[in-house]
């Protein structure tokens, strides 16, 4: 069965550190996402893309976050210049295009953990 | 400010039995309903989708939905051990443009299925 899949699984970096976080979506899926999980808390969407182009960003999503999708298979999501808050749980989701499934299937998750 | 609220529980219920988890959500213009179910430390699982008023069954798992009441349910007979996680409520909440929109999550509930 088709899956999202997720690299890598853990990172540990320090304050200030670039991250690149990387994701491959089910391959006939157009529709990508991000979002994370803080210990304890909710998921929360951080931003869409579709059609090589940012959908949709929730206000997480500022100017330390982008997203890329640097060839046909790979999405990722980059953080600038990390902070001790974004220590979380990123999940990468992936659905169907326009008029199809909406359901978003999501990947194991990347830890990070900002020192 | 879009919601999506959930008991979070403990549920506590003996093996065998019926759990009974319930979602209310803010935006009365949503159009589609998930149920992820969470392990610690792991992403979230897709167990149901629904969009119609009513009731959607899938094998122990029965969703409900009633939008004039903006209210979701899942029930989940013959309760087994192994369906002890936390239940995540999700709704889709679309914008104008047909985009296919970013899920907001309710807090969870944990379940706890005693043998």
């Known amino acids: 069965e088709p899956e999202v899949t997720q690299t890598p699984s853990h990172q540990v970096t320090q304050m200030g550190q670039e991250v690149i976080l990387r994701c491959v979506p089910i391959?006939?899926?157009?529709?990508f996402y991000w979002y994370r999980q803080i210990l304890g808390q909710k998921v929360e969407f951080l931003v869409s893309?579709?059609?090589?182009?940012?959908?949709?960003k929730s206000e997480i999503f500022d100017d330390q976050f982008s997203v890329e999708r640097p060839d046909g298979s790979n999405f990722t999501l980059k953080i600038r210049s990390t902070k001790l808050e974004d220590s979380a749980m990123y999940f990468c989701?992936?659905?169907?295009?326009?008029?199809?499934?909406?359901?978003?299937?999501f990947g194991p998750g990347t830890r990070l953990l900002v020192l | 400010q879009k919601e999506v609220e959930q008991n979070s529980g403990p549920l506590s219920v003996p093996e065998g039995a019926i759990a009974s988890l319930n979602c209310t959500y803010s935006?009365?213009?949503?159009?589609?309903f998930f149920w992820y179910r969470q392990y610690s430390g792991k992403s979230p699982e897709l167990i149901m989708s629904?969009?119609?008023?009513g009731d959607k069954e899938d094998g122990r798992f029965t969703a409900q939905l009633n939008k004039a009441s903006q209210y979701v349910s899942l029930l989940i007979r013959d309760s087994q051990p192994s369906d002890s996680a936390t239940y995540l409520c999700?709704?889709?909440?679309?914008?104008?443009?047909?985009?296919?929109?970013?899920?907001?999550f309710g807090k969870g509930t944990k379940l706890s299925v005693k043998p």
């Open positions: 989701a992936s659905s169907e295009g326009p008029g199809r499934d909406e359901t978003q299937y």
């Open positions: 629904i969009y119609s008023n």
């Open positions: 935006d009365r213009g949503s159009q589609s």
């Open positions: 999700a709704v889709n909440m679309k914008w104008y443009g047909g985009s296919q929109g970013n899920l907001i």
């Open positions: 893309f579709y059609n090589n182009e940012i959908s949709e």
């Open positions: 391959s006939n899926h157009l529709y």
